[in-house]
């Protein structure tokens, strides 16, 4: 059975760090694009930040500069690293493991697994 847990989520103040982390069991996903989403209170999911395979990285613009989007193949895992935390960060982040194709990497539809969430709350 293939699960994602997702941990690190915690409250911290604007300014601060967290470092989430998700590992995956059941399947190898070296070959998959692991990506982290959020869903702010009262918003859709939107797209955060993903891995693909090769490690090229790609980020939402709202997050670049912030956010770093490593993995660990050997561990079945990956991290975000998110720093000069905002309000606006605040929600429930959540890793996703699929095979989408480079201009839907955005899209939760070319994901196959899920994870349950881990919540973050940055407080002003």
């Known amino acids: 059975q293939v699960q994602l847990a997702e941990s690190g989520g915690g409250v911290v103040q604007a300014g601060g760090s967290l470092r989430l982390s998700c590992v995956a069991s059941?399947?190898?996903?070296?070959?998959?694009?692991l990506t982290w989403f959020r869903q702010a209170p009262g918003k859709d999911r939107e797209f955060a930040a993903a891995?693909?395979?090769?490690?090229?990285?790609h980020y939402a613009n709202s997050v670049k500069g912030r956010f770093t989007i490593s993995r660990d193949n050997a561990r079945n895992a990956v991290y975000l690293q998110m720093n000069s935390l905002k309000p606006e960060d605040t929600g429930i982040y959540y890793c996703?493991?699929?095979?989408?194709?480079?201009?839907?990497?955005?899209?939760?539809?070319?994901?196959?697994?899920w994870g349950q969430g881990t919540e973050v709350a940055v407080s002003s």
């Open positions: 996703a493991a699929g095979k989408p194709i480079l201009s839907n990497l955005g899209s939760s539809g070319g994901y196959y697994y």
């Open positions: 891995s693909r395979p090769g490690s090229s990285t």
């Open positions: 059941g399947e190898n996903f070296r070959t998959y694009t």
